[in-house]
Each structure stands twice: as structure tokens, then as C-alpha cells.
């Protein structure tokens, strides 16, 4: 399973290099939660943040359905933001199916959990997370996370 998340993310980075490079305005953000008033939370501090398109599921199964239609249409998403704990899959298993899927594996995929322990996240390094942030989650926290993966931000 690692080899192949590798290896699609370095063909992912390859193609990327010849693409030019997307603003924030338009990368396509989907966050996975099950509690509304986090998944409100999220979205809005994206939103202060500049981002347009963020999406938003109350589980792993539909966010999965989400990704899918977004990749078939050609408009991917850049970013996926989703609780470790969310209804149904988790978010580990959730991340292991992205990192597996030719098609959704260019995300970046970041972990929000209230659990620092270190085997969850060592667990979740192993599957390929992109980045792990800690529940509550802080408007200046998110921002400086997400700042370190996306284009247009030095």
C-alpha cells in the first residue's frame, strides 16, 4: 500500500510540475466531520481565509462518493480535511482509500483529532497523511498548517 501511494504521488508531482500553479481561490477543499458546529467552524475559517470552494461531508462514505464525482469530472479536490473519528470509516481508513485511488491520491489529506497519541499518529504518517492537526482546532493553527502545502503561499 505504500509503495503504491508513493508511487502515485510522484507521478501526481510530475504532472504538477508542468501545470501552472492554482491560487487559493480556486483549490477545491472538502472537510469531513460528523459534528455540525465543528464542520460550520472549519468551513468558515476556510472561507476567512480566501478559500471559495469548500465542500463538506457528515461521514467518510460520503465524502468518498464526493471525491469520486469530483476526479470523473475532471475537478478534483486539492484538499481533504477530516476527523480521525468521523461516522462510520474513520479517517484513517478514509485517507488509506484516497492514498490507494490513482485518481484521488494528489490530495493532500490532513487528520484533525483530539487524540495525540503517538501510535494514532504514527499510524496515520504510515498511511500517508499529509499533515495531523490537533483538536480544538484554532483559526492561526489551521492557517499556518495549511500554508506549508499550498501554492501561492511563501
Not at 477545491?28 to 463538506?56: P, S, Y
Amino acid at each position: 500500500m505504500v509503495l503504491v501511494s508513493i508511487y502515485n504521488k510522484l507521478n501526481d508531482h510530475i504532472e504538477s510540475q508542468n501545470d501552472s500553479i492554482s491560487t487559493l481561490v480556486d483549490t477545491k477543499i472538502l472537510v469531513v466531520e460528523d459534528i455540525q458546529e465543528i464542520r460550520d467552524t472549519v468551513t468558515d475559517m476556510l472561507a476567512k481565509m480566501g478559500f471559495e470552494k469548500v465542500d463538506a461531508a457528515n461521514s467518510a462514505e460520503k465524502a468518498w462518493r464526493l471525491l469520486n464525482d469530483a476526479a470523473d469530472s475532471d475537478k478534483p479536490y486539492k484538499l481533504v480535511l477530516t476527523d480521525s473519528e468521523v461516522s462510520g470509516k474513520s479517517g484513517i481508513t478514509l485517507l488509506k482509500e484516497i492514498r490507494q485511488s490513482e485518481k484521488l491520491s494528489s490530495a493532500d489529506v490532513f487528520i484533525m483529532s483530539a487524540n495525540s497519541e503517538h501510535d494514532e499518529i504514527v499510524n496515520a504518517m504510515e498511511a500517508g497523511v499529509t499533515g495531523y492537526i490537533l483538536k480544538p482546532l484554532s483559526f492561526n493553527t489551521l492557517q499556518e498548517k495549511l500554508e506549508k502545502y499550498l501554492p501561492g503561499e511563501e
